[in-house]
């Protein structure tokens, strides 16, 4: 598989420029013009899983078996993909700190206890890092009944805190207690009828909530929202921004285009790791070099 990297940019490019073999990135200046001005942008492959069981009777479309996640990661590695999180595409837009060749973003939602027995020894072995977006509610429920089982429970926060500090899990929201769709709570989404002030004061609530849980397990603040369901409203920007969270992260099946720009960085698509597919049968055309360009 060639390269997956795509450039666009605005060239004004004079017969000097072109001579001096201008390289990405590179903004050259005759006098006070700028001559060249490039912007890199990058696809990204973002994959959502949630929880791993032996039992193959238990797998579907957010169950599988902890097997078949150590044949991607095995996969990926020997495809020449590297493993990115949150900060790492933050650092490439806002910092100009490269990414490494091939980036896909291991993502694994609402904290499931299954992730810290079966995946995190995975993760460990193969040194490949994901996001984790437990779900803080349930964090604080397991850490207060240490009822831990991967069949049924969620990570209590020492295994959260266990993660983290092995440098591999990035530890982002997925809400204090918004995990839900009902007559009160639609995910992260304003509800009909609702304000748009009692919106934003409901949100920041739960999320700060769940930023603190965190911070008080990790000592690292969160920088990135991972909408329980996809489920957001274009109001919650604001709460975002407050919140100094730089990543935003949907569940709409695609690949995304980070560039210097910051908008690259919200409602990062995923596509679902469901069970059913071999490594190779599913990774080949979600990562072809083709297929991504035109995204
Ligand atoms: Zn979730």
């Given at each position: 598989?060639s390269?997956?990297?795509a ?14 073999g ?6 050259l ?9 490039e ?25 599988i078996?902890?097997?078949?996640f150590e ?6 590695i020997a ?11 933050t650092?490439y837009?806002?910092n ?13 939602d ?26 803080a ?11 831990l089982n991967p069949?049924?429970?969620?990570m209590c926060w ?5 993660m983290?500090?092995s440098?591999?899990a ?7 207690d ?16 609702e ?9 920041y609530?739960d ?14 603040r969160p ?10 409203s274009?109001?919650a ?9 730089t ?28 069970y059913g597919?071999?490594?190779e049968?599913?990774f080949r055309?979600?990562?072809e070099t083709?297929?991504l360009?035109?995204?």
């Amino acid at each position: 598989m060639s390269i997956i990297r795509a450039r666009r940019g605005i060239f004004i490019v004079t017969a000097i420029a072109a001579a001096a073999g201008l390289t990405a990135g590179l903004l050259l200046r005759t006098g006070s013009t700028a001559v060249f001005n490039e912007e890199e942008q990058i696809p990204l492959v973002a994959v959502m899983y949630h929880s791993f069981s032996k039992d193959m009777s238990k797998c579907g479309d957010y169950v599988i078996p902890p097997e078949l996640f150590e044949n991607d990661i095995k996969y990926l590695i020997a495809e020449g993909f590297s493993f990115v999180d949150t900060r790492d595409i933050t650092d490439y837009c806002k910092n100009d700190t490269p990414l490494p060749p091939k980036p896909v973003m291991i993502t694994i939602d609402d904290g499931h206890y299954s992730v810290y027995e079966y995946i995190f020894p995975i993760m460990k072995k193969y040194k490949a890092k994901a996001v984790i977006a437990p779900i803080a509610v349930e964090c604080d429920r397991y850490s207060e009944s240490m009822e831990l089982n991967p069949s049924y429970s969620n990570m209590c926060w020492d295994n959260i805190k266990e993660m983290y500090d092995s440098g591999l899990a990035d530890i982002q929201n997925h809400s204090y207690d918004m995990h839900h769709i009902n007559s009160r709570v639609r995910g992260c989404a304003k509800l009909r009828g609702e304000a748009t002030e009692q919106y934003r004061t409901r949100l920041y609530a739960d999320l700060k909530k769940a930023d603190d849980a965190i911070f008080n397990a990790t000592g690292a603040r969160p920088i990135a929202m991972i909408y329980p369901f996809g489920l957001t409203s274009k109001e919650a920007r604001e709460v975002i921004d407050r919140l100094g969270y730089t990543v935003t992260v949907s569940c709409t099946e695609g690949a995304s285009m980070i560039t210097r720009e910051e908008k690259s960085l919200h409602m990062i698509k995923r596509y679902n790791r469901a069970y059913g597919k071999g490594s190779e049968t599913f990774f080949r055309p979600i990562t072809e070099t083709d297929r991504l360009s035109e995204q």
